[in-house]
């Protein structure tokens, strides 16, 4: 082999390339993001903005045509996405953890579905789910397949179907004639597949997490997916999909910081017993603001870290000890950058006093934001976790919340 022919061949576009190419629409994402929240306009173009970019190709191999590159490098990219928006960061939660599964996977024809679905990927496609239901225990299922002649039908419906709104192809799960859980994937258009915009929260009200219904809806056989994520099993797609929530978390603090910064500079005044002429020069001020930027910048930092520990398990061949210290130590992360984030956007009506809460500037939202995030599951259980390992030695739950 000569020298000439060792030399392999560039990627198809590069980390760097895709932070490019976020530079040149988040922005322009950002500008429109408090009125849309306002007035509950979704956030359809923003999405495909990002699909087109080809920012959830980050984490695809470079022998796909993807840029190879790192956990860290993924998260890294969506704080920077939640601090113009975190309902389109949350929007791609679904997106970018079907990527992980399939990176991840083991089964028997991964590679091909790796081959397929990357592919999609790099042409723009937007993945929704629709696996979660309300009523009964946490995490049960009632939704159903059975077998019709060759292929199957699903019937039953879905809630918190995070971005489906936005996708080509939604995922969903349902239990078969055995009362096992089946994963499958289906086109929008599919008939009988009914996606409602009908997610009410006080805040991610944009996130698209509405109801799924499932009207007798066909499901090819290749459409039949491994489960990538099974209750009671450990996988290091687990501890990803609860680090990208506390990467929503470090963006609403880094938009709460953007915006109290904006505002001191452009719509406060000096409270009525300073001493400074301009907002900007008033010592409250300036604390107000150096606190939120100190609150941005460590939630950040521990979100990262965390990452890096997700990276580490990938490198040790997700080993198990890896894999569960990988999950402790987003655990934790989650616990601070929630603590954080709602601290931040409290602060930020410190900047300007009660000009702060006008409807209009819309500042509420990075509380509401942060406050429903933190929902998705309680962070005291997180640290009670953590505790267990550190006083015990015993592994976070396998309840696909670590």
Known sequence: MSKLSAVPTPPVVTVAELNARADRILPQIAAGAAQRERDRQLPYEAVAQIAQAGLFTVRIPKRFGGAGGSVKDVIALLIRIASADSNVAQALRPGFGFVEGLLASRAEGAEGERERWFERYLQGAVIGNAGWEVGGANGSISARIVVDGEHFRASGSKYYSTGSLYADWVSAVALDENDQPVSFILPRDRQGLELLDDFDAMGQRLTASGTTHLHDVQVLASEIRTRTVEEGKRTIVTPFLQV???????????????????????????????????SVDDPYVELSVGDVS???????????????????????DLDAVAVDQAAVDVAQAQYIAAELALKAAELVFDVGGASTTGRAHNLDRHWRNARTVANHNPRHWKAAAVGAWQLKGTPPPTSGLF
Do not use: C, M, Y
């Open 244 to 278: 990208f929530l506390a990467a929503v978390q470090a963006g609403i603090a880094r938009n709460a910081l953007n915006d109290a910064v904006t505002f001191a500079k452009e719509h406060a005044r000096p409270i009525k017993h300073s001493s400074a002429t301009r």
């Open 294 to 316: 100190a609150r941005a910048f460590t939630a950040e930092a521990v979100v990262l870290h965390a990452a890096d520990s997700i990276d580490r398990a990938w490198a040790a």
